[in-house]
């Protein structure tokens, strides 16, 4: 019986996952396949069931099914309780449970990575999508410093620092303005000013996935001239692997990290999570990075 695993989505079809839990799993020595599966928002409860089969292991989850798939699993962990999302199913013997890896691959890369310890330390998070919420939940839980989200939409920044306050973090909002006549915001200026991790938690900057003029490779959410020399700077976008965000923070003299070891990182979770087994993180992470470099 051949085991199987792999990744539902909608698209699906740029995800890097396939390459670097394929490359883990022959690493080491087990026969199994994972797959990417595009299904439509409307297929999720189906598909869902028929992973109640011998011979399935679990598979990730991710956008946009993140939310939906849970009313169809058994139970879900903690941290997918917190974030209100999936993005790893387990089976085991007709039940099936929900997990969320994302905050850990989140954390892990910047503590191990880059060597951050977010306790107490000034933050600013770009961005209040999906993933911003894990990132806020993750460094709640860590105790983080003053917290500020900056957001295009502000009611969506708003409620994440509410949800950061309510779990005993110093948090405001702020609007992300584009620069208005090449002058950065002044309330965004003066915050990154003090900030000592600065996490893109936007779109922005992003090759795949740009829908609208001001996103794509080419922009960047934070202006160079605002970018403090003494922060880490942290992007969750990886593709490309150096945004340019990234690009201009180094040029400005501050430590950066790409969001390639999260994807890695919360993938060697679920790895874990499935397989019951130590991952081969650096297998995946040279295989996640070949595939960026050359993509198709
Ligand atoms: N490294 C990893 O493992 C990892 C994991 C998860 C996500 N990510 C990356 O994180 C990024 C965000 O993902 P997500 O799931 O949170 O997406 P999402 O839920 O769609 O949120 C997108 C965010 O980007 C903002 N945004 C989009 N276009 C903008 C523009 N033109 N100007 C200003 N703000 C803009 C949105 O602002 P509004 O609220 O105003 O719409 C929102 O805050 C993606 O690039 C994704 O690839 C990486």
């Known amino acids: 019986m ?16 396939p390459v670097f839990q394929q490359a883990a799993l022959a690493q080491c020595g087990i026969a199994a396949t994972y797959r990417a599966y595009p299904v439509a928002p409307a297929d999720v409860g189906p598909f869902v069931a028929g992973l109640r089969q011998p011979g399935v292991l679990g598979i990730n989850v991710t956008v946009p ?14 941290w997918a309780a917190e974030a209100g999302a999936v993005n790893t199913i387990v089976h085991r013997q007709g ?3 929900g997990h969320n890896t994302d905050g850990y691959g989140f954390l892990r890369a910047l503590q191990e990575g880059a060597g951050f310890q977010p306790q107490g330390r000034r933050t600013l998070i770009l961005g209040a999508g999906g993933a911003a919420r894990g990132v806020v939940l993750a460094l709640s839980r860590e105790g983080v410093g003053p917290l500020t989200i900056a ?10 620092a509410q949800l950061a306050r309510g779990r005993g973090i110093q948090a405001q909002a702020i609007p992300l303005t ?3 006549a090449g002058r950065p915001d002044p309330s965004l200026a003066a915050v990154a000013a ?19 003029h001001d996103t794509g490779a080419a922009a960047t959410p934070l202006p160079r001239q605002i970018i403090p020399s003494a922060a880490l700077v942290y992007d969750l976008v990886y593709n490309p692997l150096e945004t340019r965000l990234l690009r201009e923070a180094a040029q400005a003299g501050a430590a950066t990290l790409g969001g390639i070891q999260m994807l890695v990182y919360q993938g060697a979770a679920s790895f874990e999570l499935w397989l019951e087994r130590p991952a081969p993180v650096p297998v995946m992470l040279a ?10």
Do not use: W
């Open 194 to 212: 003090e900030s000592e991790l600065i996490v893109n938690c936007t779109t922005i900057g992003m090759t795949h996935g740009a829908i609208d």
């Open 95 to 97: 039940r099936l449970t």
């Open 287 to 296: 295989a996640a990075t070949q595939a960026m470099q050359s993509p198709g």
């Open 2 to 17: 051949n085991t199987s695993l792999g990744i539902i989505g909608y698209p699906i079809e740029h995800s890097i996952s």
């Open 151 to 160: 957001n295009r939409t502000p009611e969506r920044a708003e409620s994440l």
């Open 65 to 78: 099914h993140k939310e939906t798939v849970i009313p169809f699993l058994d139970e879900i962990d903690d």
């Open 178 to 180: 584009a620069p208005s």
